[in-house]
């Protein structure tokens, strides 16, 4: 079957814009996550949610980063107000089980911020 | 806040010999995950190992996990070209959330 898809591939966003990433994950997993991944800080989890749509368990405390997730396979991620900061590969990913199991990448979403 | 960290940082050897990058963590976890990532791509899962588990194979993979250091190793038998990417470690955190948390990651090259 199919793996976990991302859309868009690339992204340019002006500074102050919003941006959505969508994030197709695997159906039948459990675990949803997104994570932000720079050369310095390497992967960063942003939010990440289990089998309640739409309840996100923020990784990072911030007021601007919000995920969706509308079907338990769909997920949207937000970020409101886009910063220069913000430049960064976004990757979602999603596990079948709650613990001890393994997370299926998409490709990511490569944001730039202008 | 960082939970796993891989050491080296870099690696690079020559085609055919082996490759050994370690990990270390912070607390107590329920399991320890290896990812590889070629440019441009997302991660890729290599191996779980479990608390109670000290060792575990795949192919030319051997993962160590000694829970009393808190650290981890990943060894590649007989590079290949091939296995050039990143690797990285990922651990949940035992009682507490379950979110899994990644390590920044050994560059890995091989050469020719």
């Known amino acids: 079957g199919a793996g976990v898809s991302q859309s868009p591939r690339y992204k340019v966003a002006k500074r102050g814009r919003d941006v959505a990433l969508r994030c197709d994950s695997i159906s039948g997993h459990v675990t949803l996550y997104w994570y932000r991944q720079t050369l310095g800080q390497g992967s960063e989890v942003l939010t990440y949610?289990?089998?309640?749509?739409?309840?996100?368990k923020s990784g990072r405390p911030s007021g601007r980063f919000s995920a969706e997730r509308p079907e338990r396979s769909v997920s949207t991620l937000k970020i409101q107000r886009t910063e220069q900061g913000d430049s960064a590969v976004y990757l979602c990913?999603?596990?079948?089980?709650?613990?001890?199991?393994?997370?299926?990448f998409g490709n990511g979403t490569r944001l730039t911020v202008t | 806040s960082q939970q796993g960290e891989e050491d080296p940082q870099a690696l690079s050897i020559q085609e055919g010999e082996n490759a050994t990058m370690n990990c270390s963590y912070k607390?107590?976890?329920?399991?320890l995950q290896w990812y590889r990532q070629n440019s441009g791509r997302g991660l890729v899962h290599l191996i779980l190992?479990?608390?109670?588990?000290r060792e575990k194979h795949s192919g030319r993979l051997r993962v160590t996990l000694d829970t009393s250091k808190k650290s981890s190793s990943l060894l590649i038998t007989a590079s290949r070209a091939a296995d050039t990417a990143s690797y990285f470690c990922?651990?949940?955190?035992?009682?507490?959330?379950?979110?899994?948390?990644f390590g920044k990651g050994t560059r890995l090259h091989i050469l020719p």
């Open positions: 949610s289990q089998s309640d749509a739409q309840r996100d």
């Open positions: 990922a651990t949940d955190r035992l009682n507490r959330d379950d979110k899994i948390i």
């Open positions: 607390t107590s976890i329920n399991n």
């Open positions: 190992i479990r608390s109670n588990e």
């Open positions: 990913a999603s596990s079948l089980l709650r613990r001890n199991s393994p997370l299926h």
